[in-house]
């Protein structure tokens, strides 16, 4: 069964600073792995989606790297911002049905 | 385009209530899938679609019913509602395995 796990659970940084988000995943064989920002109180947007093939994706200050044989993925924001405060959570899909298994988010709080 | 959907919003059910949550989706998505979130676990898949007519459980199906009677709508079930299903719910679509999940912006329901 995949297991996602996403440490530490938050992270606070001061504003400027760039950081990391980890994710690791206990199943090499997925199809693509996707990094969501959730806010609170809202529904997921998707930021990123790494397929299985694919050693990493940008979007504006967002850079996402996958290394599948070792199941590890990465988040890195550039020049973070107090407006990049919220939780991102990575889900990993193993499955033809396009079946996500999710990470349990790791809340971001960027300080001005 | 307005994406994903949920109706309604918010809810609240005394025990032994039934309802019914609505999604909608106008990117003509095959895929079709049900989530409910709960504080310290994470994202759960309860039921999914891989095109109309068709149904399939997830990991947390007990206690829910759906249907895909037509490709755009997907609906989510509680028949007999309890404490325990006081959560919030998602709806998320996908064109195809290898393509992103978009999500709705989820139903609050209480149980009470």
């Known amino acids: 069964k995949q297991e996602v796990t996403q440490i530490p659970a938050a992270l606070s940084v001061p504003e400027g600073e760039n950081l990391v988000l980890n994710c690791s995943f206990t199943?090499?064989?997925?199809?693509?792995l996707q990094w969501f920002r959730q806010d609170p109180g809202k529904g997921l947007t998707s930021l990123l989606l790494?397929?299985?093939?694919?050693r990493e994706q940008t979007s504006g200050r967002l850079n996402a790297s996958l290394d599948k044989s070792s199941g590890r993925s990465t988040l890195y924001i550039a020049a973070s911002q107090p407006g990049d405060s919220a939780t991102y959570l990575c889900a990993v899909n193993t499955g033809a049905n396009s079946k996500l298994t999710f990470g349990k988010g790791i809340t971001l709080s960027v300080r001005p | 385009n307005a994406g994903v959907t949920q109706t309604p919003k918010f809810r609240v059910l005394k025990t032994g209530q039934s309802m019914t949550l609505l999604c909608a989706q106008d990117?003509?998505?095959?895929?079709m899938y049900w989530y409910r979130q709960d504080p310290g676990m994470g994202l759960r898949l309860i039921h999914y679609s891989v095109g109309e007519g068709t149904t399939a459980k997830g990991e947390v199906p007990d206690g829910y019913n759906v249907s895909r009677l037509k490709k755009q709508n997907f609906l989510l079930g509680l028949e007999s509602a309890a404490p325990s299903q006081t959560s919030v719910y998602f709806c998320a679509s996908s064109y195809s395995p290898w393509r992103e999940q978009y999500f709705g912006p989820g139903t609050r329901l209480t149980v009470t």
């Open positions: 199943d090499s064989a997925i199809y693509n």
């Open positions: 990117m003509n998505h095959e895929y």
């Open positions: 790494i397929q299985s093939s694919q």
